[in-house]
């Protein structure tokens, strides 16, 4: 059974570029979250898909954007990328109701991709 | 903001010894904490984790503590080995009726020495 996967591993880009970022979860799961994490710190949440629509987001602006697809993948996309932007960014996949209720917050992360802005 | 604080933020433990990282919320309405390990160049891989009606959840050597007065919980690493050498991040999230988003603190680094 296949883990979370994304792609592309690692990505250049120059500022004022646009850059999307592909997400595979986890299979059975149906909800994908996206995290920014800088170096040497936690990451930080940037929205949530569920059933193809984004049902939270955290405090990112709207230079960042997403979509999610009928087989539950997802793409997150970044526009007029910004030095600041340069961080990991992970997918992390969850629910389809395979866990307890409480841990309906399990999420699974992806090896994330490498992002950064010249 | 930061909601949930972490400590501290670099440990280096004997062989054999115990790790002890402690984290600390402001949000009462958390009702799920988690604790991840991450490897360079790895995404983060759950380890653990508890809600707030249990004081203490033992999973193998990785031990939670819950306080849920003091709005504090740990993590404890027993006979730590080099291969926990890794950084550790405590987390934090409401179900508010949908899968919420995790809180994460900044994350300790743990070196342990053979």
């Known amino acids: 059974d296949a883990g979370v996967t994304q792609s592309p591993t690692h990505l250049i880009k120059t500022r004022g570029q646009q850059v999307t970022l592909r997400c595979s979860p986890k299979?059975?799961?149906?909800?994908v979250s996206w995290y920014q994490q800088a170096l040497g710190q936690g990451p930080q949440f940037i929205f949530q898909?569920?059933?193809?629509?984004?049902?939270q987001r955290g405090n990112f602006p709207d230079r960042f954007s997403g979509h999610q697809f009928p087989n539950y993948s997802s793409e997150l996309n970044v526009n007029a990328l910004l030095l600041g932007d340069s961080a990991l960014y992970l997918c992390?996949?969850?629910?389809?109701?395979?866990?307890?209720?409480?841990?309906?917050?399990?999420?699974?992360f992806g090896p994330g991709t490498r992002l950064t802005v010249t | 903001q930061q909601q949930v604080k972490q400590s501290p933020q670099s440990l280096i433990v004997q062989k054999g010894g115990i790790s002890i990282i402690n984290c600390a919320y402001e949000?009462?309405?958390?009702?799920?904490f988690p604790w991840y390990q991450q490897f360079p160049g790895k995404g983060p891989a759950l380890l653990i984790a508890?809600?707030?009606?249990?004081s203490e959840k033992k999973e193998g050597r990785f031990t939670i503590s819950f306080n849920k007065s003091a709005k504090q919980f740990s993590l404890h690493i027993m006979d730590s080995q080099p291969g926990d050498s890794a950084t550790y991040f405590c987390?934090?999230?409401?179900?508010?009726?949908?899968?919420?988003?995790?809180?994460f603190g900044k994350g300790t680094k743990l070196s342990v020495k053979p």
């Open positions: 992390a996949s969850s629910g389809g109701g395979q866990e307890p209720a409480w841990t309906g917050n399990k999420q699974y």
């Open positions: 299979s059975g799961h149906d909800t």
């Open positions: 898909y569920y059933e193809e629509e984004e049902r």
């Open positions: 949000n009462t309405a958390f009702d799920y």
């Open positions: 508890i809600r707030p009606d249990v």
């Open positions: 987390a934090a999230s409401y179900h508010g009726g949908s899968q919420g988003n995790l809180i």
